[in-house]
């Protein structure tokens, strides 16, 4: 489902609601647009290539990752998924539903948990991934080959730029600016 309002509404939008505040108008451009994009691109495929599987985007992000690494601690496949252990759980659960994923106990440390496909999984990854590149290359079809090699490789300037950067800040802006306590009185967690 597209957005209620164009790009280029929000836009002008955002300048009328800015107007003369001090900010850094190109570093807003880039992250709102990146938002926006990424929020597009991702409803483009749950309702394109993802849909034909009943796959979420998250369901079918889990599937990628278990696929890329075979066998893989689910705490990691959290993290690489970007998404909560607890949100990992109720998608591992639908997956395992579906017969395609297995959960078993780490031989080495019965705390942990491993993922990986069952043959079903890996045929379905093998099928579903050639349809859901093309639709990769139709999101990106307003690019030439050079253009979308830049975009790659800006993103992931950023992407390596928070990793080794973003920890240290947010530690450095967490200090600076405590949260506010809970209505519970109770502090969150620093």
């Known amino acids: 489902m597209p957005a209620y309002y164009s790009l280029t509404e929000t836009e002008e939008a955002v300048g009328r609601r800015l ?5 850094r108008r190109e570093a807003l451009a880039a992250v709102s647009n990146l938002h926006r994009a990424a929020t597009a691109v991702r409803q483009h495929l749950e309702n394109s290539a993802l849909r034909v599987a009943d796959l979420t985007w998250s369901a079918f992000v889990v599937l990628w990752v ?41 031989p080495d440390d019965g705390r942990l948990a491993l993922l990986r496909l069952t043959p079903e999984g890996v045929a379905l990854m093998e099928k579903l991934f050639p349809a859901f590149n093309d639709e990769e290359a139709f999101v990106v079809a307003d690019l030439d080959a050079e253009e979308a090699l830049t975009l790659a490789e800006s993103l992931r300037r950023i992407v390596t730029h928070l990793e080794e950067h973003g920890e240290a800040r947010r530690a450095k802006l967490r200090k600076e600016n405590p949260a506010p306590p809970r209505r519970g009185g109770r502090r969150r967690a620093e």
């Open 66 to 106: 278990v696929w890329i690494w075979e066998e893989i601690e689910t705490r990691h496949v959290a993290a690489e998924a970007g998404i909560s252990k607890g949100t990992l759980t109720g998608i591992i659960k639908t997956l395992e539903s579906r017969g395609l994923a297995i959960r078993s106990q780490h």
């Open 19 to 23: 107007g003369s505040i001090p900010i």
